[in-house]
């Protein structure tokens, strides 16, 4: 179907995501194309539907969802029906062969009709479009074959088995994208607003950004907005995987999907339900379902030729050997046990569903993954590389020590605050706000210049006051005899008329997590490094403390760039982790860019994978998901294809027959989807 639509001229790109029973296509035009791509599904498998995906009403998806529900029951009630019909008819031929053997012979007929009529039509149809080899043909062939060498039993027992088989399979994929997709489909389907006075239970989608919404303990967050009033303790967990809950109050945002646990509260939307946290992240899980990893397309490709070699490879099998030895009821029984266990289906399904799960358990925990592509590059990562600034450290400046030469201390931060009056830098803010705390009045400056790269310029009652790093005391020669030794955090430099004054050391708090977080990375064998733009003394001291390898401080964003490439060209494959809008570059450059939610937007769309929480702990569970996430999928690929190769040859060896080829199908494809899932039920 892929295939076939991608070959259309005015289709750009056409991805089918079985995870998700989701059809993306980027097309050149407006023409409307959802007939084309019906007709040319159906074509292939009549019972599917292409129809355009509705809005974000999930009320209305959730009624559709129970009538497939509905659907899916009444089928499963019919094919529960036809299997045990189908096996007590089989019972009764077995016990009645011996005595009765024409009677036995009309039961084992009547039991595989019942079993696999809807085999045998699908298969009949397929024929007609010129599709032969799938697993209904080759479930006909093999069992029809059975008849024809008239092993009636083997023939009745496989069709049995298989339907068996297929049915918990469908049952535990089922259950699995199920699982999945409730644990990350955090929409509402009704909300509270207030107008008036009046409370009304609305559609989620009604609800507009200035809305007041009320949210009373134990529900959800609905939609992004503010606290209008009350206060109250939210559990973020849903979204960020933090399992501390967080106070908030009146003036503070709210993340929807998270659950108010305490108090009653007033919000205000900021934000409508297709723009909200919830809807970003149903949306960000299915689109990373949409990106194929390599092992994945590799499957899919593999799986071609893997068909028509076993089935060449059992026609080989039934007629050169009984040509030589004259026995044709032994090799064309052979030859059709290749026929059952040439279906791919364990690979084809399994594979997906590994790296869905992954996708799925990293949202449960507050890391997005952006696609199976993401992952599979994680497993591969030696080094993970860091901005300091808002990754290993809170990214809040305080003024930590403050130094006067020949005048007061509060005189020296009056004189800073003044200079950094009308800065929105963090450092500027910084000694604002200690200017606040100690109650020091900061006056406006008579005049105030913006020295690029190097601090302020500013005029205060007539004299020039300079506020900023070295650099800018070099520029205007200001003696710095008495300057400071080094110290850990940023120096900010003052001078008044030429004649330094004294200095301010402003740090930010490294986050509790930073250390045990790059021991867990140690312990995975992982080196670690630091790239800032900050002094080199106060990067050190955040990497003694933390245990970062590497650190490379004074770093222009371009030159983040360069010493990136140089640590992949000395360790290999590198993931970046940062959160500022000139880190966009360096993210989008490593081989794996992650990015803070809390960070710029530029940070986030350019990751491959986003943090929801700036929890650092985030970085090596997401490394750990990743790895487990690869390692399923591989053993999946070489569980199935060594259980095949080996029933092949104990069947040429004649010890397999065609039950334990229905096991080496469907059996092996049922276990490497349990396989699959088991990643979501991984304990942190």
Wanted: net charge negative.
């Amino acid at each position: 179907m892929e295939a076939r639509i991608q070959a259309l001229p005015e289709v750009k790109e056409a991805t089918i995501t079985f995870t998700t029973n989701q059809l993306q296509v980027v097309t050149e035009g407006d023409k409307d194309l959802l007939e084309e791509f019906q007709k040319i599904c159906a074509a292939i498998e009549s019972e599917v539907i292409v129809k355009r995906k509705v809005s974000v009403n999930k009320k209305e998806e959730k009624k559709k969802r129970e009538q497939e529900q509905q659907e899916k029951k009444r089928e499963q009630k019919r094919e529960r029906i036809e299997i045990v019909a189908g096996a007590g008819l089989f019972l009764a031929g077995i016990l009645l062969k011996d005595k009765y053997e024409l009677f036995s012979t009309i039961l084992f007929v009547s039991s595989y009709l019942a079993l696999g009529w809807e085999i045998l039509l699908t298969a009949g149809k397929n024929i007609c479009k010129g599709r032969m080899l799938d697993e209904n043909f080759l479930m006909s062939i093999a069992t029809l074959g059975a008849f024809a060498i008239q092993e009636y039993a083997e023939a009745v027992g496989v069709m049995l088995f298989y339907r068996i088989g297929e049915m918990f399979e469908h049952i535990a994929v089922e259950k699995s994208r199920g699982q999945i997709m409730s644990a990350v489909d955090l929409r509402p389907e009704v909300v509270s607003r207030e107008q008036n006075g009046v409370t009304e239970v609305i559609p989620a989608e009604r609800a507009q950004v200035g809305d007041l919404l009320i949210v009373r303990p134990g529900d959800r967050i609905p939609l992004d907005g503010t606290v209008l009033d009350g206060e109250s303790r939210i559990d973020t967990s849903p979204v960020t995987g933090e399992p501390v809950p967080v106070k908030v109050e009146k003036g503070d945002s709210l993340v929807s999907g998270c659950v108010n646990t305490s108090g009653l509260l007033k919000m205000r939307v900021e934000k409508v339900l297709e723009d909200s946290m919830v809807t970003r992240i149903l949306d960000s899980v299915e689109h990373a379902a949409a990106s194929k990893p390599k092992i994945d397309k590799f499957i899919t490709r593999f799986a071609r030729v893997y068909t028509p070699f076993v089935v060449a490879l059992a026609l080989a099998t039934a007629i050169l050997p009984s040509l030589v030895t004259g026995n044709w009821s032994y090799w064309v029984y052979t030859a059709l046990t290749f026929l059952v266990i040439s279906c791919p289906c364990a690979l084809v399904l399994s594979v997906p569903l590994a790296f869905f799960s992954g996708i799925g358990a990293g949202s449960k925990r507050g890391i997005l993954f952006k696609g199976g592509v993401a992952i599979e590059a994680l497993q591969g990562v030696k080094t993970v590389v860091m901005d300091k600034t808002g990754t290993i450290t809170e990214g809040n400046f305080v003024v930590q020590k403050c130094v006067a030469n020949e005048m007061e201390e509060e005189e020296l931060l009056r004189l800073a605050a003044v200079c950094e009056k009308n800065s929105t830098h963090p450092i500027g803010t910084s000694i604002l706000l200690a200017a606040e705390e100690r109650k020091v009045s900061v006056p406006d400056p008579e005049r105030i210049t913006e020295i690029s790269g190097k601090g302020i310029e500013a005029v205060l009652d007539g004299r020039q006051i300079l506020c900023g790093n070295q650099k800018l005391m070099e520029q205007y020669q200001v003696d710095l005899t008495n300057g400071p030794k080094g110290s850990y955090g940023t120096e900010v430099l003052v001078a008044v008329d030429g004649e330094f004054a004294g200095f301010l050391v402003i740090s930010d708090t490294i986050k509790k997590d930073a250390v045990s977080a790059v021991q867990e990375l140690k312990r995975q064998k992982i080196r670690t490094a630091m790239l800032t733009g900050d002094a080199k003394e106060s990067a050190e001291a955040v990497a003694e403390q933390t245990g970062i390898d590497e650190v490379h401080a004074r770093l222009l964003p371009e030159e983040k760039l360069g010493e990136l490439t140089k640590i992949r060209e000395q360790n290999g494959s590198v993931m970046f982790v940062g959160d500022g809008i000139n880190d966009a570059p360096v993210l989008a450059g490593a081989d794996v860019g992650a990015a803070m939610g809390s960070g710029a937007d530029a940070a986030i769309e350019a990751a491959d994978v986003v943090f929801m929480t700036s929890s650092m702990e985030a970085i090596p569970a997401s490394l750990e998901i990743a790895r487990s996430t690869n390692r399923i999928a591989k053993q999946n690929v070489l569980f199935a294809l060594a259980i095949k190769v080996v029933v092949m040859v104990l069947g040429l060896a004649g010890f397999a027959d065609m039950w334990l080829a229905v096991f080496a199908d469907t059996g092996v494809a049922m276990l490497c989807v349990l396989n699959s899932i088991r990643i979501l039920y991984k304990k942190k």
